[in-house]
Structure formats: C-alpha cells, structure tokens
C-alpha cells in the first residue's frame, strides 16, 4: 500500500529542480526570495537550503487554510499518489490538485521516484490546530492497515477501548501507558489499552508510548484527514452601496487627508515638534497636534506616520541641538503636485509601510505607552495584512461594501482561512488597516474607492481620482462680518497669500477666513502696502468687498508703523507723542524698562527680540527700524531636513526579475561545475556536507560519512541521516543502532549507499 | 461632484450659499437639527451641535435623515467621522427615559443595559434615583425629575420625559381674533410646543412672541403662571392679554415687588421671584400657590440661575420658553435643554423680515476721535475705568445732536448706559430720560407718550432693553453699552424692528470712540449684527453732515 511504483518521479529534490524550465524556478525564487540570497552554487545547494527549517516555516506561513491541510495529508500518508491523496482530502479534488501545484512549486513537496513526497522539516513546521491546516494525525505506519482492515477490527473492540480510542485521536495521537503488555494476542487482552495494542489500533513507540497509526485516524475520521471541509472559504458579510457613493465618501477623506498633512507639516515648518531622545513623538506633542487639525489623536498619529513613510517628515537636530521633527525638502515638491498626485504617493507608501499607528495610546508589555514614530512601532508583518485586506475588499463584487457590523468578522475569518499561520495580532492588524484605510481615503463605506484599486493593480489613480475631487476656486466670497468664504478648494497659490491677510477659521471642502486688525497687521509687517491689500481683495472677491473690511483696512494701516522700534540702541520712536504716552503708561510695560527719551522717542533695556513681541502683545503695531532708517521686514525661517535614504524596497523591484534571471543562470552554470567534479573519496566543505546530508535525507537511506571524533580519530560510519539542523546531523548509526548526532563541521566525506554514486 | 449649495465642514460647520437655486429647499432641511450660527449676506454658517442634534431628535427626526439631508445638499464628499459622529450622538438621545410608573411614581428605564450601569455609577446621580426595579428600570424621587434629566445631559445621555404632565386647574381662555389674526408662524409655533409637550420657541423680537404665549394658554385652557424680565413687560403682557384673549383683567394678575396678586392667570417678575430674605427665596410659594397648568418664560435666554433651580422642581407642569435667540451670554443653554425643554420652532430673522413682519434696519457706526487731552486721560487711566471714559466722551453729545438733526420727524431713542452721560445728552437734546430710577408710572407715562407721538424723542438707560414694545421707534442711537455684549446688541435692535406703517427702514446708529476699548466692543457687537445679516456702515464723526 501506499508505495506504487511510478515511472516518474527523480532521484533527489536537485534533480527535480535542475529538469525545471526557468519559469518555474523564477517563480520559485520570487515566492521564497530567502533561497536566492546568497545566490546557491548549484541545484544541490538549492534543494538544501529549501529544507532548512526557518526557509520551510517561512513558505508555510504564505499558504492557505486548504493548503496547509492537503501538506498534513500528504504527510500523513507519507509517500503517496495525487489520485490517492485527493481522497484523504476532503475537499474538491480539482482544488486539492491545484493546491499540490503550488506546493511543489514551492519545493514544499517533490515527486520522488517513489511518488510525491512532502519535504523533511515540513512534518515539524506544520505546527498549531485544526484552523492551521494541522490535522493531528500520526503518519501511516510503515506497513500500513487497509481501510477495511481497520474497519473489522474497529468492530470487534468493546465500548471502552473504542472510547480509549477516540479519547488517544482527539489528543494528538500520543499517549503513554505503562500497564498494558505489548505483545498480546487479540483474545488475551485484558483492558482497553492492550485490546487496541493486539490489533494494531494503537502502535507501542518507545517504552510506555503508544501513537495512533495514520490509516487508523482517516477510518476514523471517515477516510479523510478532517472532518470538516478544507476548500470552504468563509463568506464575506457585505451590504448593498453604490461604488459612486463609495467613491465620493473616500474622495473626501482622501481629500481631508492630503490637507491635513499639508497643514500639520507646514505647521511645523516654522514650529517644529520636538522629538523625544528615543526618536518618537511624546504624547503632549501629539495632543497639540490633533487639536491642531480639530481631529483625534488616533487619526492625528496615522497623519504623522502617513507623513514621515512617505519621506515627507523627518528629524534634524534644530540650532540648539535638540532633535526636532520637521518636514523634509521633499515636502516642497510634494505640496507643489496636485491633491491627485499627493496622495497616491502618501498612500502607495503606507501600503508598504510596516509601521503600526493603530498601537498608539495603548502601552507595551512593559506598560509603556507606544509614542508615534518610535521605531519600535512596526511589524513584519504589517505590509502583508494591508495588502490582503484591501485585496479582499477589491475582491467584492461592484456595488457591495463590507456589511457595517459584522463586515470586519468575516474579513477576519477570510484572512484567518488565507493565512491560518498568521500571528495572533492579525486580528489587530487587520481592524487597523480597514480604520486606517477608511481615514486615508481608500476605501468609504467599507469599499474600496475605484482609485485605490487601480492603485493596488499597480496603475496610476491620478484621473480615476481628480474626477471625485472638488475642482480648486480662484475667488472667495466677502462678507460683512468681516470672514471671506472660499467655496472650494483655493488655488494654492491664492490660499497662501490669503492665509496672511486673514486668520482661517474653519477647513474643509471650503474654507472660512476671518479678516482682523491683528491678520491685516501681519500682513502689513510681511511688507504689503494698503493699495496692495485692496487690489487683491478686489481681485479675489467676486462680491463687491463690504464697507467695513475696506474701512478695516484703512483703520489698521493709518495705525501700523505709528511706533517704530529701532534695534541698535533698542529705542522707540513715534511722531505722536501721544501714541508713547500711552505705551509708557500701560501697565504691563514694567518689565520692558521704557524711558522717555524726548517727546517722540522712547529708549529700551529689553532685547529688541524680546521687546518686539511684547509691544505687539500689548496692542502696539511697531515696526523695525534699520539703522539706515530703513523698514525691515522679517518673515519666520522655513525649517527643512533632508530626505532620508530611499528604502532599498522601492529600488528592488525593478531589479528583481533580473536578479533571479543571473540567479539561475549561475545556480546552472555552478550546477554543471559540480557534475564535471570527481564525485567520490573527496573531502567536503561543511556546505557541501550539508547539501549532500540533505539530498539523503530526501530520498532516504543509508550514507557512509568520514567523521573525525572528539579525540581527532577519523572513522567511517554508515548512517541514516534523520535531520540537519543547527550545524547538526541526527541520524541512525547503523554500527551502533541508536540515533546520535554529529557535528557536521567534522564530517570529511558523505557517500551515498543506496543509488549509483 | 454633486452641486448642491451646502458644504459640510470636518469641524462641523455646515456653509449654506444662499444664492444657489437650493438653497432654500436646503435651509428647511437642515433647519431642524443644525442651529444658525451667522447668516451674513452670501454663506450662512450653521453648526452641528449635540443639543441641536438631540432636539432634532425630540421633535422626530432620526440619525438617517439627517445623514440623508447632508448627502443630497452637500457640493462635496462629507467627511465620513462627521457621519459617524452624528449618528453617534443621535442615539444617545433616548437611551434612557422617564415614565410613570403605577407603583413607584416615577422610573426611568433604559432599553441599553450598560447605559444604565454607567449611569448609575456616575456620583452625581446617585441622590437623585431609588431602588433599582429590576434590571433596566430604577426608580426616581418624583422631585428630582428636572435635577436628573440636568446632571443626565452633562453626562451626555440625555433622557427623554415621557412622565407626562398634570392637567392643571381648568381655566377657559380663548383667543379673541375678531380685529386681528394669528399669523401663520405664530400659529405653527404654538401647536410644535404643545405636540412636544414642553420646550422653547425662538422667534426674533418685534415677531409677536407674545401671541404664541397666548396662543398656548389657550390652548391649554388652564390656570397659567407667566414669569416676564421686568414690571413694564408684566404690565405689556397684561394689556395684550386683555386685548387678544378672552381674559378680562380681573382673571390676570401681577406679582411684582409693588403688587401681589395671585389670579388664574398671574404673571410674575423674574426679580421678585429671585429675591431672598435672609438667604430664602420668599416667593417661592407662588410656584404652588395654584395648581398651575401652564408655566410661560418671557426671554428664556436671560432666565437667572434660581429660576433655573425652581424650574427644576416644575417638571409636571408643561412649560413654554419664547425668545429671540437660544444663545446665553453663560452658555447655559443645556439648562433650558434639560430643564425648560427642546427647541420646538424656530425661524432665521431674515426669513421672517422677508415676509415683511419686521422692518429692516441700516446699521451705521460713527466714531469719533478724543481730542488729546481725553487720550491722554485715557491711557493713563485704569482699565477698569477706560470704558466708562472712553464711552462717556462729551465728543459723542455733538453727534448726537448731528444726527438727531439728521431724522426730523422720526421717532428716535438715545440709548445709553452712563446715567451721567444720560442726563447730558437729556439736557443737551432737551428730551425727557428714563433712567432705573424712574418710577414705573412715569416710565409707562413717557413709554405711552412716546408711542402715541406726543414725545418725539427719549433717552433711556438698560431699563429699556427688555420686553417694551415700542412699536413706533424708527431711529435708534446708542451711545454706551454694556462692554460688547451680543444679546444687548439683538435687544436694541429689536426695539426698532417693529414693522413701519409706511416701510420705512429703521435707522440704528452706534458710536463709538476711535482706537479705544469702545470701538473693541463695537467690533464684537458689530459682528453679531452682521452675522444675523444686517450690513452694517462705519463712518467718521466729520464726515457726517452737519
């Protein structure tokens, strides 16, 4: 049973991949990019590193719920047929043979000459429950009961043993007793255990131990490893929506999002955040932050790292050496493209992005509260849970969302079936990325926006997107009471000047300024004249400008510059003596230390950059004298960092099909080096020992190795190689008949017995 | 892109561009749950507000309505947190309600368990509730219905009253339309209080609130009790009853410092009802004197905190707030919330100047500059004393004189704050002054003499903010203030917005002195003025014809 002979199948896992065409072997090598670096020597060294045991995990950890659960069969059955495997599988044989595909393309099974067999090390990384694919069945014995076999004896035992039974499979397999003799005819039993040991329902391994042999767990099981199906992907709950709604509601936190970025960086391109020693952002810095932009402190920490992954934040040390965050230069050309363009850089980098804002405001295990842009605050496995989420979603039919409620369940239990390895802050990650995409604009409602899947295909969203954007205003509306409405989006250009002349009171899809005399004051000390006010005013409103705002204006130039400061002896002069009266008799110009010079001029103790602010704070409107009596005008300095390296990710890409092209060719060409060698009596370098240990373990059987011991005496030992593991070769002593272990660095040849060598 | 006329704000303004062919479809839509912030001339600005949203929910609406309304009028995507938000706050209206329940009085009962326990755990609570029933139902001390519903809203699960009310002694009034007619608005407003049990209507002055009072009472047909500012708006209200209603004047009776009489209907001062005597309110068994029906608050908006506290025992009885504006001075407007009830109708100034119930006004501010000498004085003087000096400039008489001399013929008001200042400007202009210490009988005396045209001009100290209609009034001057405050500003203006015979428009001038605390307050004022969309002037004192 179970060992039919096949006219297919190779010698060794090397053989199988040196017949592979170079398609096959360059999906191989971009699906498990661990077996490329370094580049192997040849498809010996290949098929050696796809054993080791955290290249095995890694690949197992990609598979999916149906996948993992045909592996466990195959590795219950041991050396088997596809046709056979199907039946231990209950799931669609069509989606069974689909899913062995992957796997050996993967180089997780291989056909040897005895049928398929799964790779050593597989049996051990299949670790976790039912929901990763692991059925708890021991592998077949090695002369295994039929089916029908089974069934007869599983007749015959009493209602104890049969319980005994059920009770060993549900635990794993194993169990120990010490009681029951193992050699007892079936009529000789004398309790449950030794019943089921004399008809080989149970199989003595070891002292004390008996396991359940495979075939007996598929009988009763009902002939397949579980029993539940495999291949039932979990639904998705979803509710009805029009894309176009999806569209605009993501449109507009899209749109909310790029701004809010703009306005928080150029914020703090003249108020830069202090940054903590530790490289994050302390809490307090957070808080002013999100009460900046009028949102919480979770979508305020998913702005700041949206800023600082797409390069557009960084730290710097500031003129005292302290480390500051501020916007890089390329926040410059950034805030220069269109909205369109802005985001799909910020969002294209947080889909790769292994940085996890969600954690904010909760505390690490050691009770810390996680600070946004620690650099602890990222996870491998971040990028991945992103990028299935949103193809998930992309996965929903046009006009279905993801159901309000119970929508985030069932993309869990997805997710749980795509990727049942996955950690337990999957849970976490996933919840993250849908609130996270629903904050950034890539999806509303629970579905994705027409844009962001172009995005995700790898297109370009930019005119998917501008269609859904509010086109940008060249005019505002004046009012009154004195607030200007820009029923838009402003030109940036406008907006940035209108900023100075006007303080912004509310943003959005429009934005609300309000004219004071202090905004029309900064906006006099920036240099403007009150002819320059009123053309532009009466350039960029499409309304008439209200009486008041003109007589505002007029009122705050006939007051600005009345008192001028000078800054080499600090003194301050006004024509009207009046104007200095008042100043001096305010009563908070103690501290200032003001003497009256003559009737127009006031003298200062105070530093000229502590006394500006003071008097302005007071009500005065000075301005600086230079000494060549002279206007000066200062504006704040822009603070810029420099861009941090490019992440070598968004390079690889482009390289990467190239690179597994000369990766093959030389795991080729090394590969024929090898064949022209003498194959025998030759002394091995410990990765060719490794390759070689591999290959037996693989095809199994016997191999003679020299090995130098402890006290420097070389011998020749045949061996069964079990494992390789840690510089480590286990395997059975065929001189002394125990397993031992064997430093593979001391192991001068390996021969194989079995095959010609 | 959608072209409606309203664009929603992630800080949860909502901007309504009234030029747009939906813009009035819009303002009905959005009317009920959003509260008017500023209507200036293009863009009004309404506000999301819990208290808005909740008394949306008291007067029906749901959560998806609401979310519907922004979506169809919205020109851009709406930002999805405010959605949510919204919803959110909704469904905390209701949560938790009061009954009656036939053995424990009064309940209040919950259908969301863990509502219940968080509210329960709040301390402030704890007094005010019995023994929990069984799992969802506690019981509550009957007086402690207004204090609850209070300490409730702050915990932000406001409960709704469904207790019910006491019938009252019956009291047969009814309105007397043979001369007059209710207006359509007056109409509504009334019959939106009594379906909603207890609350508020806001209407703006001169808009005849006093006939939605009268139209509940009689409505109510009960004893009534009318709490009013002052005794020349108790004696207007009395008049008007007299005149509207079928009440003669022995039903009515007042209850003021000078005179206490208690009749099915009495209508009471806010004073003499916030007096104590050795720290007892000694009024207070008024509140009990009669098996009350109805309870009517003139001008909610300035209710002091004691009536507050006694309205808290007052839940049983259904009461009415008339007012022109919810806003408080003290923000307290989540007390009238809790306490007086929801907001039951309301109606933009504008809208109701439009259809012509209220004359427009053309605001103008004239500032004067202070010679040198009185700048001096008044940098060198203390803070505290600057605006008294700077309001109180002899400048301000002249312009005065200049601009009554503009308004020959017209009926005009000096207003002022100073008494000092007052009986400058009575000399100087030779007019009569009302001042606090007038006696009420002259003040009704000049009042009456003024309406009728014998007085053609009278200056009057804060005494007239309030409750006086003066229907006759067309120019107004004011010359001080109290320190910016918006209310003052709406009251004086409302004095001038009775609608003209001949649709005149009033002429409302502030003046102001250049470059001092003065024009600061202005400013504020001022800008209250132009966001309830009256365009305003600023004009120098000589450029004014002399």
Redesign the interface.
Known sequence: MGRMSTTRGFRSLADQLRGWTDERLSTLLSERPDLATPAPHDFGQLASRAAVRTSVVRALDGLTRLELTVLDALVVSGQTTPTELCTSVQADPGAVKAALRRLTDLVLVWESTGGLRPLTGVAEGLTGGPEAGVSGLRPRSAEPLSPSDVGTRLAELSAPARALLDHVLEQGGEATTSAARHTVSPREAANPAEELLSRRLLVPRGTGTVVLPGEVGLVLRGGTTTSEPADRVPGLATTAREQALVDRVAGGAAFELVRRLELLLDHWGTHPAPALRSGGLGVRELKAAATFLHVDQQAAALIIECASTAGLLASRADTDGNLVWVPTDVFDTWSAQDVPARWSAVARSWLESPRMPGLVGSRDPAGKPWNVLTPELAARTMPEARLMTLQVLAGLPPGQVLAAGTGVPSLLARLAWLRPRRPRSRADQVAWTVEEAAALGATGLGGLASYARVLLDGGDPHDTMAALLPEPVDHVLIQADLTAVAPGPLESSLARRLQLLADVESRGGATTYRFTPGSVRRALDLGWTAAEVHEFLGTVSRTPVPQPLTYLVDDTVRTFGAIRVGQAESFLRADDETALTELLHHPKVGPLGLRRLAPTVLISSTPIEVLLPRLRDLGAAPVVEAADGTVRVTRPDQLRARTPRARRAAAANAHESARIAATITAIRSGDRAAASRPATGTTLSPSGSLTALREAIEIGGAVLIGYVDNHGTATDRIVDPLSVEGGQLTARDHRSDDVRTFAVHRITTVKSLDGPS | ??DGPL?????K?L?L?IDHAQAAACRRAIAPFAELE?S????H?YRLTPLGLWNARAAGHDAEQVVDTL?EFS???????LLVDVAETMARYGRLRLEKHPVHGLVMVSNDRPVLEEVLRAKKIAGMIGERLDDDTVAVHASERGNLKQALLKLGWPAEDFAGYVDGEAHPIALDESEWHLRDYQRDAAESFWHGGSGVVVLPCGAGKTLVGAAAMAQAQATTLILVTNTVSARQWKDELVRRTSLTEDEIGEYSGAVKEIRPVTIATYQVMTTRRKGVYSHLELLDARDWGLIVYDEVHLLPAPIFRMTANLQARRRIGLTATLVREDGREGDVFSLIGPKRYDAPWKDIEAQGWIAPADCVEVRVTLP?HE??AY??AD?EERYRLASCTHHKVQVVRDLVAQHPGQPTLVIGQYLDQLDELAAALDAPVIKGETPVKERQRLFEAFRSGEVGLLVVSKVANFSIDLPSAEVAIQVSGSFGSRQEEAQRLGRLLRPKTDGRSAHFYTIVSR?TVDADFAQNR??FL??QGY????MDAEDLPA
């Open positions: 892109m959608n664009i929603v704000q992630s800080d303004t901007l561009e500023r200036p001339e293009h863009i600005t979506l020109r851009y995507a709406v930002p999805h947190a040198t700048r001096i940098a060198t803070p470059d001022q800008r132009a966001e365009a305003y002037r600023i």
